[in-house]
T-cell receptor, first 113, second 117 residues
C-alpha cells in the first residue's frame, strides 16, 4: 500500500486558515485521498476525500497537486473544536478492494484562542 | 453522534480473562470494522465483516475473534488477556464492503476502553 507522510504537529490561531499537508509520492492511479480526524476522546470521523480535482464540503477543502503526489487539507477558519489529530489516508477506489483504513501517525493540530 | 454504538464504554479486567465487546452499526450499513488504538501502535485495523461474512483480516491476534450476527451487530472476543491488550477498541461501519465507488465513508463508534490489570 502507498504510504503517506504528514508533519507530526501543527499550530494555528483561532479563526485563521489552516493548511495541513500530506505527501504521497507513491500514490497509484486508483488511490483516492481521504482525510479523517480524531477529536480528543472520540473515534475518528470522516472529513473529505478526492481523486484528482480539488474538493469542497462543509467541513473543509482538499487541494490535490496536479501530479497527485501531495495534497493539502484546508480548514478555512479554525475553531477550538478543530483541535484534533488529522489523518491522510489512501484508499483503493475499485470494487473488491479492501475497505479498511490504514492509519499513520497523523498531524496533531493545536488551535490557540 | 455517528449512529454507531459500542458497549461497554469501559472495561477493567485481569490478565488471563476473556471479554466481549459489542458493536451496533449504523442503520443500513452492512460492513463492520474493528480497530485497536494503543499509545505505542496507534490505530490498527483488526478485522472486517460484511453482511455476516469475514471480509478482511489485519493485525488480529489468534487470541482475538469476532463475528457479525444476522441483525448485523458484531462482537469482538478477546481471550487470555495480557497487559499489552489494554487499549481503546473502536468499531466502525460503512455501507459497502470495499473502497469502491470512490466513497465508502466509515462511521466510528465512541470506543470501548479496555484496561487489563
Amino acid at each position: 500500500d502507498a504510504k503517506t507522510t504528514q508533519p507530526n504537529s501543527m499550530e494555528s490561531n483561532e479563526e485563521e486558515p489552516v493548511h495541513l499537508p500530506c505527501n504521497h509520492s507513491t500514490i497509484s492511479g486508483t488511490d483516492y485521498i481521504h482525510w479523517y480526524r480524531q477529536l480528543p476522546s472520540q473515534g475518528p470521523e470522516y472529513v473529505i476525500h478526492g481523486l484528482t480535482s480539488n474538493v469542497n464540503n462543509r467541513m473543509a477543502s482538499l487541494a490535490i497537486a496536479e501530479d497527485r503526489k501531495s495534497s493539502t487539507l484546508i480548514l478555512h477558519r479554525a475553531t477550538l473544536r478543530d483541535a484534533a489529530v488529522y489523518y491522510c489516508i489512501l484508499r483503493k477506489g475499485y470494487g473488491g478492494s479492501q475497505g479498511n483504513l490504514i492509519f499513520g501517525k497523523g498531524t496533531k493540530l493545536s488551535v490557540k484562542p | 453522534d455517528s449512529g454507531v454504538t459500542q458497549t461497554p464504554k469501559h472495561l477493567i479486567t485481569a490478565t488471563g480473562q476473556r471479554v466481549t465487546l459489542r458493536c451496533s452499526p449504523r442503520s443500513g450499513d452492512l460492513s463492520v470494522y474493528w480497530y485497536q488504538q494503543s499509545l505505542d501502535q496507534g490505530l490498527q485495523f483488526l478485522i472486517q465483516y460484511y453482511n455476516g461474512e469475514e471480509r478482511a483480516k489485519g493485525n488480529i491476534l489468534e487470541r482475538f475473534s469476532a463475528q457479525q450476527f444476522p441483525d448485523l451487530h458484531s462482537e469482538l472476543n478477546l481471550s487470555s488477556l495480557e497487559l499489552g491488550d489494554s487499549a481503546l477498541y473502536f468499531c466502525a461501519s460503512s455501507v459497502l464492503a470495499g473502497g469502491s465507488s470512490s466513497y465508502n465513508e466509515q462511521f466510528f463508534g465512541p470506543g470501548t476502553r479496555l484496561t487489563v490489570l
